[in-house]
């Protein structure tokens, strides 16, 4: 596993703890960075992280290309 994917991992899995962790204790708003955010788009933030993720370590994975050769 290269340093890549060990760090999109990472990303990955505390992005789905921190999901975890709004819906278990739903508020109407969060205030991050000075921001006033609502909660479903907060999430939906958080869930574009994951798939963003998930789309960069199906990247790094290795891919075989089959061709054929004509004359």
Excluded: F, N
Aim: with cysteine; charged share 25%.
């Amino acid at each position: 596993m290269t340093q890549d994917q060990t760090q999109l991992l990472a990303i990955r899995a505390q992005t789905l703890a921190q999901i975890q962790e709004v819906r278990s204790e739903l508020k109407p708003t969060y205030w991050i960075d000075g921001q006033r955010v609502h909660w479903e788009q907060y999430v939906e933030s958080l869930q574009r992280t994951v798939d963003w993720c998930d789309r960069k370590l199906i990247e790094l994975e290795p891919y075989e290309v089959v061709s054929e050769g004509g004359s």
